[in-house]
């Protein structure tokens, strides 16, 4: 099949790009995008914007993907908070337009989506269909894009995830082990409850969920997927020297003390049996996740 991947210089969409490659034709698409083969030898790329309407049709008319996956947005929840106007001419009227090029190519469409539309306020896991109350701009700029989505019918699939880490971003992986080497104190925000979610295994289902998709073993709707299990910040920090085995102080704080002008959902762990099902498994432990990603490291670096 065709695969267009937008965001694909991004911490997710550089997975996804590699994910769908094998056995298929993937062109990743993002701004930066200014010479070929940043992407590898094996992924086509283009520079392009979502917000250029005109450019999205132009793209799919070229290519005529199967399914176009939407993983652009401003994903900088603070920068969203401070730049309102940015955050939904990328994150919504973006994946508008992702969206109208991708149906009137006759493509099926994977936009990825977050917890933070979720007000976190829920002391068990959500599912699919819980009501939505995002607290931020960022939040809302993505509510926007599935609300969007959702009216418009067609193959179109919603993926929530939440507190990604993979190796092709900054993430929280790397910040604490980089300070754990450099011997500094690491303090980390001990009030908030996420599910830490590996790119690597969000991009293998994403492409296992759009190939159900396309051979109509799935239904299009919402869907969660996360890694399993659910902490704090603070305990992530410690998970994470545990799995890599450098010792390092991590201070406790409040969200309050970290500062930052947008707020963050209280509890957000997903419930994934929708994704279960239709994959027939989960994802796992994230704790797992962050063995793989640093042994996985650790091999690059010896290079
Ligand atoms: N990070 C998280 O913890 C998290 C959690 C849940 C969900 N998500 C969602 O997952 C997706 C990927 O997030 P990420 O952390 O991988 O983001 P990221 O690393 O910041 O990458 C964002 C990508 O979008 C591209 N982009 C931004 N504006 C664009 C535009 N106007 N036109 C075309 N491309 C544009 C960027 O490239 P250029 O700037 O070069 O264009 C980049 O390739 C997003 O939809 C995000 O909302 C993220």
């Known amino acids: 099949m065709k695969v267009m991947v937008t965001g694909a210089t991004g911490m997710l969409g550089r997975d996804l790009c590699e994910a769908f490659l094998p056995g298929n034709e993937v062109l990743g698409i993002a701004r930066g995008l200014k010479s070929p083969g940043r992407l590898g030898p094996s992924v086509k790329s283009e520079p392009a914007d979502i917000t250029s309407r005109s450019e999205m049709f132009a793209l799919v008319e070229r290519f005529r993907p199967d399914i176009v996956v939407n993983s652009a947005a401003?994903?900088?929840?603070?920068?969203?908070?401070?730049n309102p106007d940015d955050a939904f001419r990328v994150n919504f009227e973006g994946a508008r337009n992702v969206t109208d090029a991708a149906k009137s190519a006759g493509a099926a469409m994977v936009h990825i989506s977050t917890d933070y539309v979720l007000d976190g306020e829920k002391d068990s896991a959500y599912s699919e269909d819980d009501p939505t109350n995002p607290?931020?701009?960022?939040?809302?700029?993505?509510?926007?894009?599935?609300?969007?989505?959702?009216?418009?019918?067609?193959?179109c699939v919603i993926v929530r995830s939440s507190w990604l880490f993979g190796r092709h971003g900054k993430n929280f992986v790397d910040f604490v082990m980089d300070s754990a080497g450099e011997k500094k104190e690491i303090r980390a925000i001990c009030e908030k409850v996420g599910g830490p979610t590996y790119t690597f295994d969000l991009s293998a289902a994403i492409r296992g969920l759009s190939e159900k998709i396309l051979n109509a073993e799935a239904a299009p709707g919402i869907y969660n997927i996360s890694n399993a299990g659910i902490c704090t910040r603070y305990d992530f920090a410690k998970d994470i020297l545990d799995c890599c085995g450098l010792k390092a102080d991590v201070v406790p704080i409040t969200a309050k003390e970290a500062g930052?002008?947008?707020?963050r959902p209280r509890?957000?762990?997903?419930?994934?049996?929708?994704?279960?099902?239709?994959?027939?498994?989960?994802l796992r432990d994230y704790k797992e996740a962050i063995r793989e990603y640093i042994d996985k490291k650790g091999e690059r670096q010896k290079w």
Not at 150 to 155: C, E, T, V
């Open 135 to 155: 607290l931020s701009v960022y939040g809302r700029s993505k509510l926007e894009a599935e609300k969007y989505i959702s009216s418009g019918g067609g193959s």
């Open 260 to 263: 930052g002008p947008a707020l």
């Open 267 to 282: 509890r957000t762990e997903l419930d994934n049996s929708k994704i279960g099902k239709v994959l027939g498994r989960r």
């Open 74 to 82: 401003i994903a900088d929840v603070d920068y969203c908070e401070r």
